[in-house]
């Protein structure tokens, strides 16, 4: 194996981790990364195709598993009861349900906020499943991805004017219900049909319009990344017909381990940051970003 190709794979999984987080699309960087820097597998162009779509399918997978591990408690609603009572004084049952027996219980809370999850899952999966082909087909080339970057950096600008000494209205996970979770997922289908836009960008300024605050947006936005990415991408590796080498598995496996680990530090960073600052700065990058490709594309 080539040592250069590792080195690739790690810059793959870097720009994953970096990108999948902030709001300024992981699949957009990807594909304009192909462009720039390919990864040279060994394969006829067809077969590099498709190895290349199960790479970025690893990646995403990667990035997932940062978010299951950053918040594992708080996505995990079956509590073991005798680990509660060792955690807190009192158990409040209200807040409880019963599963099986009294030594295992689900939170009520976080029961609900999966069901709203599921719930803004819908529109993009039924979307993605009926017209993914044919959106890669359409749209996933450079001028597309500028074109979006472009546009979605715009509307962040607009919207942060928008809400500029609003208060926010909904500040807590609880405050979420059916009809708030389910419009923000009609934002997601956007991101399922143009790459470029940012799965994570598109449904945090669909928060914010609804009047969720920065931090909540953020942070329903990675939960909502957990089904949305575990599904769309195993559904691409039951999709996957070609065979993998040895190397093509070291490859996917060190650009895959790169993005988890980058993930982990870029999620607690974005949410520390955006307690007390707003998401101009990635608009602001988004926009040179899309300016730039159209240039380099043109010349």
């Known amino acids: 194996m080539e040592w250069l190709e590792l080195l690739k794979s790690i810059v793959y999984g870097i720009v994953q ?5 902030l709001p300024i699309s992981s699949t957009g960087h990807l594909i304009l990364l192909e462009k720039w820097l ?43 009861r005798e680990t509660l009572v060792s955690s807190v004084q009192t158990i409040d049952e209200s807040e409880y349900i019963s599963l099986f027996s009294d030594a295992v219980l689900i939170s009520r809370s976080q029961l609900r906020m999966w069901i709203n999850i599921l719930i803004a899952v819908i529109p993009a999966a039924i979307v993605g499943l009926l017209f993914q082909d044919d959106f890669e087909r359409l749209f996933y080339n450079p001028f597309s991805v500028a074109v979006a970057l472009i546009v979605v950096g715009i509307a962040f600008i607009l919207v ?28 997601q289908v956007i991101a399922a049909v143009f790459p470029g836009t940012s799965r994570s960008g598109i449904t ?15 942070k ?56 007390t600052n707003n998401f101009k700065p990635f608009a602001w990058y988004r926009i040179a970003l899309g300016i730039l490709v159209i240039v380099v594309n043109i010349l």
């Open 220 to 275: 329903f936005t990675f939960y909502l990344a957990v089904p949305v990415m575990i599904g769309a991408n195993v559904l691409k590796l039951f999709r996957y017909d070609a065979g993998v080498n040895s190397n093509q598995l070291i490859i996917i496996f060190v650009g895959m381990l790169t993005a988890f680990l980058v993930s982990i530090f870029v999620i607690r960073a974005l949410l520390k940051y955006i307690r």
């Open 204 to 218: 945090i300024l669909g928060g914010l319009l609804i009047g969720l605050s920065r931090p909540l947006a953020t």
């Open 17 to 21: 981790g970096i990108s999948e987080w």
């Open 160 to 187: 942060e004017n928008y809400i500029t000494g609003k208060n926010s209205k909904i500040k807590e996970m609880d405050q979420i219900n059916l009809r708030i979770a389910f419009a923000i997922g009609l934002f």
């Open 38 to 80: 390919p990864l040279n597998v060994g394969a006829s162009p067809a077969q590099a195709s498709q190895f290349f779509s199960l790479f970025m399918t690893s990646l995403h997978l990667g990035s997932i598993m940062a978010v299951v591990v950053n918040f594992w408690p708080e996505l995990w609603p079956f509590k073991r």
